[in-house]
Structures are given as C-alpha cells and as structure tokens.
C-alpha cells in the first residue's frame, strides 16, 4: 500500500521506483490530473473553455486509472521518502486495448465527463491504435510527474523503469507513447524515441512515439 503526501520534506530523500496497486488510486490521479490539466492534448479533447472542464479531466483520469488496474496493467510510481510523485502505468503488448469494446468503463465515463468528451476521448484512442506497429508493443497511455517535482531529472528515472519492465517481457518488442507538447517531443527524441505518425485534432498535433526497447536507453542516448 502507498501513502504519502506532496507537502513532506523531500529534500533529502532518494528516489525510489516502487509497484502501485489500486491502494494507489487516489494519489496517482491526483498526480495525473496536475500533471495533465494543462496539456494541449487535454485541452482540445476535453473543450477547456467550456465550463466543467476541470471535472471531466479529473473523471477521465480517474476512470483510465482505475481500468488499467482492473485489466492488472504495470503501473508504478517514484517515491520520496512517503511521498508519492510521479507514475506511470504499461499496457502489455497483448492487450491493445480498444476502449470501444470496455463498456462498463464507456458507461463510468458518459456518468462522469460525459457523452461529448468520452467519444472525443474513444476516437483519439482509436486514431493512436490505428498507427501502432504490427509486431508487439508495450503502450504507455499515463505518465505524469506531479508539476512541484517536475524538472528535477524523475521523469527519465521513471522512463527507465518503464523500460526495464518492457526489457523483462518477451512479448514486446518496443515501447510507444504519444504527446501533443512539442516541448516533450524533444526530451523523447533525445532518448531515442523516433516518430511513427502523427494525429491532427484542430490545429493541435499529436505525435506517436517509438523506441526499441532492445536498445539499452544508455546506448541511444550516446
């Protein structure tokens, strides 16, 4: 079991990798939804001009986490100290989940953030399923760094540790994840990430990212 809260001391602790379980579920969606609330991607798919908009981030968040953990997906998280700061959940190479066929999740979602943004929402989804790689892939849909712990160097620990789970299974080949934040394409380029396509909502693009994950990260970064 996880807990921990943003406001403890830090400054001094190391950070370290753990496994999440649904224990978890309130403060990984704390973490996403701050982390995700002001991305473009967010802000196209979820209207934030329209009123509600801070309530349908927070359903979407909530009710993505809340599937990955009963589909029993990868997630894990980076602690400091007892406190929780960034996480990340894996899609295993079989899965490819097609949000489409999860109706209970369809119907949580319509309840919460409802109708309008839950099909913007399933038809982005499917636009990114459309462009992944034949052979398997691990996906990573929900990385976020809570932002007062942002640029500090955890976001490549925990992309490392994503990595490490996606080395030790066999059924995968690579990694991919997608971003409409310019300003993220760089750091994933960087880290040997290269562009599969890309997805136009309006004049936001949103970009599908690969890497080998046969490729150590140290050797593509060189």
Known sequence: MISGNVENDT???EPVVVRLDS???????????????????????????????????????RELISLY???????????????????????????????????????????T?????????IDYHEQIRARLPEQGTHQLPLMGVHPKYQN????????????????DNPRGQGLVLDTGNSRYL????????????????????EYILYRDVSTPLEAATK
């Not at 579920?25 to 982390?35: D, P, V």
């Not at 029993?72 to 079989?94: N, R």
């Not at 925990?158 to 996606?166: G, Y």
Request: charged share 25%.
């Open 186 to 205: 760089q750091f994933y380029e960087s880290l040997g990430f290269r562009n599969l396509g890309e997805v136009e909502m309006g004049e936001l693009r």
């Open 152 to 167: 500090r160097g955890y976001g490549r620990i925990l992309l490392e540790a994503v990595e490490r789970l996606c080395e």
């Open 69 to 111: 953990f009963e589909l029993d997906q990868d997630a894990i998280g980076l602690m400091l100290g007892d406190t929780l700061v960034a996480v990340a959940f894996l899609g295993d190479p079989e899965l490819r989940l097609n949000l489409a066929q999860q109706f209970s999740w369809r119907i949580r979602m319509m309840l």
């Open 11 to 13: 400054a001094n602790a």
């Open 23 to 61: 224990s978890a579920l309130n403060e990984a969606k704390s973490i996403l939804y701050k982390a995700y609330r002001h991305e473009p991607t967010f802000h196209y798919l979820f209207e934030h001009q329209r009123a509600g908009y801070d309530q349908r981030v927070r359903a979407t968040v």
């Open 113 to 121: 953030a409802g109708f309008s943004a839950t099909r913007r929402y």
